[in-house]
């Protein structure tokens, strides 16, 4: 009834957004095409926005963006089946998925990666419409005693997919800040 899916397995399968992960539940599917899914269905209920959580908490798909982009996602959660015992009355019968977002870490890192991406089918030719993105993600300690850590995540993307709807242009930045209490780092505030 629980999928983990870590950073590790999310890179290797190239999972980028939402509708991408449902193809790797069984049980979970999406109303059409990935690329512009926006109902998806866990055990044949339809998933409502709050069944996307981020850190455990609603809001991650408000106005109406049902397929989350996965940039910023250390891993994914997906409980399968009633969630009542650990959200309450909120939580549908088929199930629900919880984003952990990336956390700051004492090694220092920086990498920035770029996708470029076409759509083709339907009424759009093969190499009609182009996407790209371009993603930031840094981390490391602020501090030389590495009790206060950082982390800077940035994307910038333009999805250009059906010929009948405009370019979808989004941008997502984060800043996250962890101080270690005490210096062996068991107390943490993030």
């Not at 044949?44 to 908490?57: A, L, Q």
């Not at 005693?145 to 709807?165: F, H, I, P, T």
């Amino acid at each position: 009834s629980v999928t983990v899916f870590d950073a590790s397995r999310l890179r290797e399968q190239d999972i980028q957004t939402g509708g991408d992960l449902l193809f790797w539940v069984p049980g979970l599917n999406t109303n059409g095409a990935v690329q512009e899914s926006y109902h998806f269905y866990a055990r044949g209920y339809r998933m409502v926005p709050n069944d996307w959580r981020v850190d455990g908490f609603a809001g991650r798909v408000v106005g109406g963006s049902y397929n989350p982009n996965l940039f910023g996602v250390e891993q994914v959660s997906i409980l399968k089946g009633p969630a009542g015992l650990l959200y309450g009355s909120s939580g549908l019968p088929g199930g629900m998925i919880n984003l952990v977002s990336k956390k700051p870490r004492a090694t220092a890192a920086t990498t920035v990666e770029t996708r470029v991406r076409t759509f083709g089918g339907s009424e759009v030719g093969f190499a009609e419409r182009w996407s790209h993105e371009v993603e930031f993600d840094t981390t490391g300690a602020l501090t030389p005693d590495g009790r206060l850590l950082y982390r800077v995540l940035g994307s910038v993307e333009r999805n250009a997919l059906a010929a009948s709807s405009p370019a979808d242009d989004n941008q997502f930045y984060r800043v996250a800040f962890t101080y270690r209490l005490d210096p062996a780092g068991r107390f943490q505030l993030t």
